[in-house]
């Protein structure tokens, strides 16, 4: 079924309230602005910003909320004969090669970055959301391997694929703070997506695969 009236108002009030944050928190910092200076900004209450957005920090990180499962999706997606690693592998290659602003490759990155790194608290939830996306990567294993708690290998191989976003995240990060364009920074990311495959073992190349 079809996005109803209420639901879409309710989806466009949010991303309203979330892009007059971003602006503010980009021109001000993260710090320097209330939250009633958002809620006065985008003509609701308080309340209302806080209906749609628990912790200010969500405010700014709201376009996040989909990262925590991102992986997992990628696994379950996965081909018949691929394994976990190497779809993950495949899907990050085909979102670098788009230049894809998924993964930090987008005009303007540095801004968002210097948000983050004048703001102790943002730090700390990127932190929580690096733990969390390792957690549902575990997760997205033993479910698809069918193996219980005791099993180490799925915690084992979660690890490194967590990892392999998490290189690639910072790798980006660092050069398009550093003010590099995006689409030189792509073809250096590829090339280190390449010698990413080249460390990881065999088994975690070949933990996983779909029948």
């Known amino acids: 079924m079809g996005e109803g009236l209420?639901?879409?108002k309710k989806r466009q009030t949010k991303q309203r309230i979330s892009d007059i944050a971003t602006g503010l928190f980009l021109e001000r910092g993260f710090q320097a602005v209330t939250v009633a200076e958002i809620a006065e900004?985008?003509?609701?209450?308080?309340?209302?910003v806080y209906n749609y957005f628990p912790a200010k920090e969500d405010l700014f990180?709201?376009?996040m909320e989909g990262i925590t499962h991102r992986l997992a999706r990628m696994?379950?997606?996965r081909d018949p004969g691929e394994s976990a690693a190497q779809a993950v592998l495949r899907e990050i290659r085909g979102h670098v090669t788009a230049v894809s602003p998924a993964y930090g490759l987008?005009?303007?990155?540095?801004?968002?970055?210097r948000v983050i790194d004048e703001a102790p608290t943002l730090q700390a939830r990127l932190l929580a959301l690096q733990q969390e996306v390792r957690r549902t990567t575990v997760a997205a294993l033993r479910e698809e391997v069918g193996t219980g708690?005791?099993?180490?290998?799925p915690l084992l191989v979660g690890g490194q694929i967590a990892w392999i976003q998490g290189a690639?995240?910072?790798f980006i990060s660092d050069a398009m703070t550093a003010g590099r364009k995006a689409t030189a920074v792509s073809r250096d990311a590829l090339v280190l997506l390449d010698e990413i495959e080249e460390l990881l073992g065999e088994k975690v190349l070949t933990y996983a695969v779909r029948a």
């Open 61 to 63: 990180l709201d376009r």
């Open 41 to 48: 900004a985008a003509d609701v209450s308080v309340n209302t």
């Open 106 to 113: 987008m005009d303007g990155y540095a801004d968002f970055m």
């Open 75 to 77: 696994i379950r997606g």
């Open 168 to 170: 690639v995240v910072e």
């Open 149 to 153: 708690p005791d099993d180490p290998m």
């Open 6 to 8: 209420r639901e879409r």
